[in-house]
């Protein structure tokens, strides 16, 4: 699977590096350079092209007031040697930085490894959904998870650990959605669900048409 991210690095001159990521399962193939920042300005500026670039014209959810923290040179890890010396640099895995060379190359190893990833907001704006029609009343942490999970990508029971493991969010165990699915039968999660969402589509909009269809 491939994946593109917006990193930030610190440099030897003590300036942040803005970084296009672009990343095949555990394996970068290849960090494209945008620019460096030297104020919290300029990093401003540079994570905000960084984004466009990654999704060009992509509209934004509506999702209020949200708070936002400014950007702050003084928030990036500073994984460069102490030494001032490029030859004194230093990765993350203690393996010595590579010979400059002339001209602009095709890929930057820089001193920074991502440790994790999340897609908080994405999840909050399902969990809130999935709570405002009313089927938390289920009281199923794991099969909110499956469902939502599902959502976002519809694969296979098993697979939705991965998915969830993408979004960054804690995951049931495999044993624990087949349970999940024992309870959906045991419990008629079917037809509790179609009551949730029939009260909930009656209270919003008065409408009581509901669809029901099957992912697998």
């Known amino acids: 699977m491939v994946s593109r991210f917006v990193r930030r690095v610190r440099t ?3 300036a942040v590096a803005v970084q296009i990521v672009t990343r095949r399962g555990r394996a970068v193939e290849q960090v494209e ?3 460096s920042a030297r104020t919290d300005g300029e990093l ?3 994570l905000s092209a960084a984004r466009e670039r990654l999704s060009p014209g992509q509209d934004a959810l509506d ?3 949200l708070p936002a923290v400014a950007p702050r040179l003084g928030d990036v890890a500073d994984w460069t040697s102490k030494g001032g010396s490029r030859a004194g640099q230093t990765t993350l895995n ?3 930085a590579p010979a400059p060379r002339r001209g602009r190359p095709a890929s930057v190893n820089a001193g920074g490894r991502v440790v994790a990833t999340s897609s908080l907001v994405l999840w909050r704006v399902l969990t809130d959904a999935y709570t405002r029609v009313g089927l938390d009343g289920l009281g199923d942490e794991a099969f909110r998870a499956m469902v939502l999970a599902r ?4 694969t296979s029971k098993a697979d939705t650990l991965r998915v969830l493991a993408e979004l960054g969010v804690p995951s ?3 044993r624990t959605l087949w349970r999940s699915l024992k309870r959906c039968n045991d419990n008629d999660y079917r037809d509790r669900i179609a009551r949730a969402c029939t009260a909930f ?3 919003t909009d008065g409408l009581n048409a509901l669809i029901m269809y099957d992912v697998d």
Do not use: K, M, Q
Not at 151 to 154: C, M, N, Y
């Open 201 to 203: 589509s009656a209270a």
């Open 33 to 35: 350079h945008l620019g």
């Open 172 to 174: 049931p165990s495999l």
């Open 63 to 65: 999702l209020g007031e």
């Open 94 to 96: 203690d393996e010595p």
């Open 44 to 46: 401003a500026l540079l």
């Open 151 to 154: 959502i976002v990508e519809p």
């Open 12 to 14: 030897a001159s003590g």
